[in-house]
């Protein structure tokens, strides 16, 4: 049945042009534990404009500061409707070339629009306050993803 699944997915990718399928697995909340599997068809946009943040700490920065830094950014997307999609991480790069940046988030959006509404948002401004005495270099890169 999953092969099924597997070979429908595929075909709907191949001939559907823009749209993508996503399966996820969710975990019902209810005791006895029961899983079950979603498919979702999501049409992707023609273009989306990336917003690549990357942080550096300052040295002697607690794990505990650096964990409510990550979760007040994680919670971003949730408070700004204008983000489209959001992800990050820590490096974990072998090159020795990040230059003692650890974090990377990108957040997208649909327009310059959407970027400007969420740079002048509340709540970005008060995550900007939270990172600040903590915050030891960023750099920013912004791009029309092709």
């Known amino acids: 049945m999953a092969r099924i699944g597997a070979t429908l997915a595929v075909l709907v990718v191949l001939l559907g042009g823009c749209i993508s399928v996503h399966e996820t697995q969710r975990v019902c909340d209810e005791p006895t534990g029961a899983a079950y599997t979603e498919t979702v068809e999501v049409k992707s946009p023609a273009r989306v404009l990336r917003h690549v943040v990357l942080f550096q700490f300052q040295e002697g920065t607690s794990p505990a500061d650096i964990r409510r830094i990550e979760n007040a950014f994680n919670a971003l997307p949730s408070k700004i409707d204008a983000i489209y999609d959001f992800e990050w991480g820590t490096d974990v790069s072998t090159e020795n070339l990040q230059k003692g940046f650890t974090h990377c988030f990108v957040v997208t959006f649909l327009s310059e629009a959407d970027r400007d509404t969420y740079a002048v948002h509340p709540a970005h401004q ?21």
């Open 126 to 146: 008060e995550f900007g306050g939270l990172l600040k005495p903590f915050l030891g270099d960023v750099m920013v890169i912004d791009y029309w993803a092709k």
